[in-house]
């Protein structure tokens, strides 16, 4: 299977998704990852843009952004037509992270809150500069922890949430996902 994921961020998802491609090393998948540091329509429109101008590169096209201060609607319509899968995180990136040391379902306001509390686990968390090492081997939990939100919520996207453990599934051979 070959997957292109355009991420809606400069460093973090990217930092993130190099290192679960290097942890699995899974020969049956090859992924190419890019970014778009833009609003979520915006990497919606260039992968979908991506992957027609590479036209049979891909068997998967994934939007991995997070929702922050975003109506993400117009996005995820889009993306249906597109025939490319979203990977939302609700309200952020970051709470995917979070989501590898504590099983949090209670609504999280922002970026900030969020931050805050991936802190009390990462002490030095950096945007710019993910240590995936502190990270790879809770990513099972993360992806069960983040399933079960999934299947609980009765409207796809709710806060919190992440489709990240779709996107590990596809990577991963063997995960939960």
């Avoid at 922002?110 to 509390?117: E, H, P, T």
């Avoid at 990462?122 to 995936?132: G, M, P, S």
Wanted: charged letters at 30%.
């Amino acid at each position: 299977m070959r997957v292109l994921i355009v991420c809606g961020a400069a460093e973090t998802e990217k930092q993130y998704l190099e290192g679960v491609k290097r942890l699995y090393r899974n020969p049956d998948v090859a992924v190419k990852i890019k970014t778009r540091d833009k609003s979520p329509l915006d990497v919606v429109r260039y992968a979908a843009a991506f992957s027609k101008s590479n036209k049979n590169d891909f068997d998967e096209v994934r939007a991995v952004f997070d929702v922050d201060e975003f109506d993400i609607t117009e996005a995820v319509r889009e993306a249906a037509t597109s025939d490319v899968n979203v990977a939302v995180s609700n309200p952020c990136f970051e709470f995917w992270l979070l989501l590898h040391f504590v099983n949090r379902r209670g609504h999280l306001s922002s970026y900030k809150q969020v931050r805050a509390l991936l802190c009390g686990h990462l002490q030095d968390y950096d945007k710019a500069r993910l240590d995936f090492a502190r990270l790879e081997d809770k990513i099972d939990l993360a992806c069960e922890r983040a399933k079960e939100i999934d299947e609980m919520r009765e409207k796809p996207y709710a806060n919190p949430s992440s489709g990240m453990w779709r996107v590990i599934g596809q990577i991963s051979p063997g995960s939960p996902a």
